[in-house]
């Protein structure tokens, strides 16, 4: 059983930064591709970043390239979510997912991919 947590969201002004963390459990993370994603109220969850087992190849959003930046710890079992520049359009839920299986780039932006999500942590910018 994979045991995924995030933590790092919080209040933030516009234009300010925070750093999501993601803990994983039950599996080691060097095996797991894992990704970002983010739901608004009233929206549908959507991707942010993912980020490849071994961490040398990241993938975007639109919304986000060059403010948001993925990496990972696989020393810590931990993935992180930096986030700069942050706009009221930023606010969501974010969601730590995880896969065990093999998935090409394409697959990242896709909720359907993954195996295993957090429960999700709130990030709220105010403008």
């Known amino acids: 059983q994979v045991h995924v947590v995030e933590s790092g969201g919080g209040l933030v002004q516009a234009g300010g930064s925070l750093r999501l963390s993601c803990a994983a459990s039950g599996r080691t993370l060097s095996s797991l591709s894992m990704g970002w994603f983010r739901q608004a109220p009233g929206k549908e969850r959507e991707f942010v970043a993912g980020i490849n087992r071994s961490g040398g190849s990241t993938y975007y959003a639109d919304s986000v390239k060059g403010r948001f930046t993925i990496s990972r710890d696989n020393a810590k079992n931990t993935v992180y979510l930096q986030m700069n520049s942050l706009k009221p359009e930023d606010a969501a839920v974010y969601y730590c997912?995880?896969?065990?299986?093999?998935?090409?780039?394409?697959?990242?932006?896709?909720?359907?991919?993954?195996?295993?999500w957090g429960q999700g942590t709130q990030v709220t910018v105010s403008s």
């Open positions: 997912a995880l896969t065990v299986r093999p998935i090409y780039s394409s697959n990242y932006y896709e909720t359907g991919t993954y195996n295993y």
